[in-house]
């Protein structure tokens, strides 16, 4: 009698435990859910993370860290040491004041700007996702700030540029170059040839030629060249315009540049390219 009632025990503290375990690993599976579209490929990583909780729990003492007394007068020298002024800037969140203002010079096409800028932090930032997080204003305006700042910087040296030397000098010895290495390599292939290829094996040819004189542009590599590129001018860019203080962080660094690089800068080339204007037109007419 007495074996078969160890066996029925055993039995009872088996099922206790697979309930128990199911409990746990459910839970964790379901909360790993919301990271996740799939329950059933969080199982198995809910079941290694019940398993080492269980080893900690049975393995590992965990206690109270025994705090020596301290006498109160060199206890609270200590706090007024470490306490900080309420004018310190680490507890204000607000946003530095503006220096867009002074560099576009122009109420009329400040108050354009700062519109077109609302509008759409309003509409791709507060009203698509940030305002199911927060009802807080800050974090937008800071955003609005770093905009409006980089726009100045623009603005500021747009102005300094001599427009009489731009339009007369620069662009013309620019294009000039451009006409000169085109002639340069369509000789290379050849005149007759070139007129027999369309536009997409002309532009093969071309690339490749360019490739083997290393004269074509690393953006015209490849996609990936391109993205690179544009990640280096875009990190110029932030150099300039990014205070300081957040210059030096690499993590506020990285997601500026990805974020002007990926949301702003690519969609604008690729809609100012010579290829999407083109079918643009030939949808139009």
């Not at 020298?77 to 503006?98: A, C, F, I, M, Y």
């Not at 990190?235 to 500026?256: D, F, H, K, N, T």
Request: net charge neutral; with cysteine; proline share 6%.
């Amino acid at each position: 009698m007495k074996p078969m009632q160890t066996i029925q025990d055993l039995i009872e503290e088996i099922k206790l435990r697979v309930v128990w375990w199911a409990l746990f690993v459910f839970c964790v599976t379901y909360f790993l859910s919301h990271s996740s579209k799939s329950m059933w490929m969080n199982i198995p990583i809910s079941i290694l993370l019940v398993s080492a909780l269980r080893f900690l729990l049975n393995n590992v003492e965990f206690h109270w860290k025994v705090q020596r007394p301290v006498r109160p007068q060199s206890y609270l020298s200590h706090l007024e040491k470490k306490q900080l002024s309420v004018n310190d800037p680490r507890l204000s969140t607000g946003p530095p004041p503006p220096r867009w203002k002074r560099k576009i010079g122009s109420p009329i096409v400040e108050d354009a700007m700062s519109d077109f800028i609302d509008k759409i932090l309003k509409d791709f930032v507060i009203d698509l996702w940030y305002s199911d997080i927060t009802p807080d204003k800050e974090a937008p305006e800071q955003i609005r700030v770093i905009i409006m700042d980089a726009l100045g910087e623009v603005s500021g040296r747009v102005k300094e540029i001599n427009l009489v030397d731009l339009l007369t000098r620069d662009i013309i010895d620019l294009i000039g170059d451009h006409m000169e290495l085109f002639r340069k390599n369509q000789a290379a292939i050849g005149v007759d040839v070139m007129k027999t290829l369309s536009s997409e094996e002309r532009d093969d040819r071309l690339k490749h030629h360019l490739m083997a004189s290393k004269e074509l542009h690393p953006a015209l590599i490849s996609p990936e060249s391109e993205y690179k590129v544009l990640q280096r001018l875009m990190g110029g860019v932030l150099a300039v315009v990014l205070r300081p203080r957040e210059a030096q962080c690499p993590v506020v660094r990285s997601i500026a540049r990805e974020l002007l690089t990926s949301l702003v800068i690519q969609p604008v080339l690729n809609f100012a390219s010579p290829g999407y204007i083109n079918e643009l037109i030939e949808y139009i007419c």
